[in-house]
């Protein structure tokens, strides 16, 4: 492709990244699909921020919407990142844990409706601590139960990013998408700074930053399934591949034998570098891989 | 803080079961061993400081990469083992935790520790929705990331009545760093909302706890204490054997009912309106 081309079509992309929380559960499901549960006019709320002087959100920063995907049933839950950096409290763990199982009785019940997570979030929400911690235990719980019968998909595409608890949910997911601005791992750059030094983690060297937790990384090395552009078309088809493909033969947190031996093989004397792993690790996930 | 996160885990895996060395592959920090549990055997599973571990961010008890998947990997096993036994035979697995949190170090997230942590979740939870009982028994600290990875997923939960337990989050001063306060605000405010306390009896309060057991010395346990223990994570066992395969025990407690008004308000809701949307 010419210069001249690609500049266009660069600029003429639908961006998914400048979507809020809502609008970008809207644009994943079939025209005129959606119906959105437990929304802002239902107005249940954080009890616990205006008590610490937090001004709380009437959809408490988790968005759930009910419709289909390729005609398919499907529920999408989307965490707004712009809301208290997408964290997890009682009443957006409550609305996720809550969809999640209702997808399972569906799908048990012979109607197989899948599950589109779109995760932007720090983790638990400090101010709800315990009951975010317990609440994100509970998702992952919900998670394992749905996939047993219908996909679970979960798009990371940024930039907040999935970290903290959250990353497990995304890593019992069936499927990942990422985009090249999203990342995803446990602890970010600044916890590790703060709890093992600067010279274990720069969390101001954003190059190291997107060589570890950046989604071209991730899908590189096997961790996701899909890189995908900045632009709802290619994260929508990318979402309707994975629920038409329906569940995995086998998902990604069952190959504990594999991954152990990945790590056992580690020289951990010195850090990790990150090119070479995804070398190591990503060729053997696309060809010899269970999934 | 207590400054002997791990002690308490390595005592009472040897006051359960009368081992503690790990099994032959597994790091030094992760102990596994069977023994009986009221009537039964059951797989006891404990994560221990290992100063000598090649992952220098782990030393200190935390759960890093080698220790969640040698917790699946022997989870996991217990599973295949049972698997064309009935329910009633399936063994109880107890993990008995006493974690710092989880490793913060470049070499983890570089070798995608979250998906070592959901591994591990995910082997816990697989036993539970089999049918197999899964115990957590909380000893010492049970931090954010470190619990998720080991415990979280139990049918039930017991945990110490002691100031030394502390279930949380967060550690105290990441927490105050983070949202912007004193350490004592924080406490101040955990005294006066319940998940945001560090005291183990306000934690109780969120309905997620099976029961609180009294101990008299938690670090080192008479026979008295290990009899009391012992029979607590047998009634533990034999209720959940009796309940579902879900966490559902933990959002329809009396507890919760009082505490989590609003996530169950959200979920009766969902329910609600699901049904026509």
Known sequence: MSESTLIPSFVNRKSFIELDGRARAQSLLDEGTGKELVGPFDRIESPWLPMQDVAPQADDGCIVLKGRIAGKPAVVISLEGAFQGGSIGEVSGAKMTAALDLATRDSSAGIPTAAVLLLETGGVRLQEANLGLAAIAEVIASILFLRQHAPVITVVAGTVGCFGGMSLAAGVSSYVIMTREARLGLNGPEVIEQESGIEEFDASDRALIWAIHGGEQRVGMGLADALAEDSIDEIAAAVRTYVLAGKPAQHRSEQVQMYRERIAALDTAKQIDPLTLREQWGPRDSQGGAR | ?277
């Not at chain 2, 605000?185 to 997620?208: F, N």
């Open chain 2, 1 to 277: 803080m207590s400054e002997y996160t791990g002690l308490r885990g390595r005592a009472w895996f040897k006051a359960l079961t009368g081992d503690d060395q790990p099994r032959t592959g597994d790091p030094g920090s992760v102990l596994a061993a069977d023994a009986q549990a009221g009537p039964e055997r059951a797989l006891f599973l404990c994560v221990v400081p290992n100063p000598d571990s090649r992952f220098p961010c782990v030393r200190d008890g935390q759960v890093g990469l080698e220790e969640a998947y040698a917790l699946a990997t022997r989870t996991r096993e217990a599973i295949a083992a049972d698997r064309d036994k009935p329910k009633p035979e399936k063994r109880p697995i107890v993990a008995i935790i006493d974690v710092k949190s989880q490793a913060y170090g470049r070499r983890e997230e570089t070798a995608g520790i979250f998906l070592a942590a959901a591994a591990s979740a995910d082997a816990y939870a697989s036993a539970r929705m089999v049918g197999h009982p899964v115990i957590s028994l909380v000893v010492g600290h049970a931090f954010s990331g470190g619990f998720l990875t080991h415990g979280y997923q139990a049918n039930r939960i017991l945990a110490f009545d002691d100031a030394g337990v502390t279930i949380h989050a967060m550690h105290e001063e990441a927490a105050a760093r983070i949202t912007r306060r004193s350490v004592s605000d924080l406490e101040r405010l955990g005294h006066e909302i319940a998940p945001m306390s560090y005291d183990v009896r306000d934690y109780a309060k969120l309905g997620t706890l099976y029961k609180l057991l009294h101990v008299n010395n938690p670090m080192e346990p008479a026979e008295s204490d290990i009899a009391e223990v012992k029979q607590a994570v047998a009634d533990a066992i034999t209720d959940a054997r009796m309940g579902a395969e879900d966490l559902g025990n933990r959002m329809n407690s009396p507890a919760a009912k009082e505490t989590r008004k609003a996530g169950l308000a959200a979920r009766a809701l969902m329910e609600k309106q699901w049904a026509t949307a």
